[in-house]
């Protein structure tokens, strides 16, 4: 039989050059990411908050979360993954219409979803999503499952209710995961400026107080803090950067974040 679009595997779209496309490498690379963490004993939070730039730029800070994954490896089943589509317009939201996503590590299973619709224009060239998916499999094995929805143009009362949905039909060994970087080509000190009081804004769950400019999975983060806030969860920073502090050059930089939300200790 023919295929048809819900039965198709995403190949990968960034290989070779957000991270290496070699699986050797890959793996080592991110391996290394995570060990450089060290290991981390804390209870598992119900959703993490992680930059999506290439590795040698942000994989020091996103592997503050999956350092954190790593140690609940075998509970976590399935991770909804939420954020923005850099490529192609979107109004609300859009899950993948696809069976698995392939990296060079193998292919990871997609879990279809009945909350949203399905496009394919927002995921097929977008690198938010698909950069977590090599951290996945290191940080969590082979047998998870991913469900990612791009968040476009959207009332935060409304992907918080979408986020809701998603997190509820995924069910109890499931966490969120949600991608985006913060302010973009700023010198060093206009960007640790303009990125701390993003920060403030995310612990103190105030999505209102964060521009489009301030964070380019803006729709998704928003969405986010508002379930977190209707949940009583909270976010904790777990780690801040721009690129200049991995590998780039301070005039014009871009700011990455990790945050576990997760509900206060009593």
């Known amino acids: 039989m023919p295929s048809t679009k819900s039965e198709t595997v995403r190949p990968p779209a960034v290989a070779g050059r957000f991270y290496p496309a070699d699986p050797g490498r890959l793996r080592r690379d991110v ?5 450089e963490v060290g290991p981390v004993s804390e209870p598992l939070a119900a959703a993490y908050i992680v930059p999506h730039a290439g590795y040698r730029y942000s994989g020091p800070v996103a592997a503050q979360v999956y350092a954190r994954l790593a140690a609940h490896r075998g509970r976590v089943k399935r991770v909804v993954l939420v954020g923005p589509s850099h490529h192609a317009p979107l109004r609300g939201h859009a899950a993948a219409p696809y069976t698995g996503w392939q990296t060079p ?35 969590l094995g082979d047998d998870i499952e991913v469900t990612p929805v791009a968040c476009g143009m959207s009332q935060t009362p409304d992907t918080a209710r979408v986020i809701a949905a998603l997190l509820e039909e995924a069910g109890d060994d499931a966490v969120l995961v949600c991608s985006t970087d913060l302010s973009h080509y700023h010198d060093q000190a206009t960007a640790e400026r303009v990125d701390a009081a993003t920060a403030e ?30 949940t009583g969860r909270r976010p904790r920073e777990l780690a801040r950067a ?7 050059t301070p005039d014009r930089v871009v700011g990455y974040p990790a945050f576990a939300v997760e509900r206060p200790a009593l």
């Open 105 to 139: 590590l193998g292919l990871v299973r997609a879990a279809p979803t009945a909350v949203v619709g399905s496009s394919r224009l927002p995921h097929e060239a977008e690198h938010a999503l698909e950069v977590q998916l090599p951290f996945l499999q290191v940080a």
């Open 242 to 248: 721009t690129s200049a502090d991995t590998a780039g």
């Open 31 to 35: 391996q290394r990411l995570i060990d």
């Open 201 to 230: 804004a995310i612990k103190s769950l105030r999505p209102r107080e964060i521009a489009p400019q301030h964070a380019c999975g803006v729709f998704a983060l928003r969405g986010t803090l508002a379930w977190a806030d209707a």
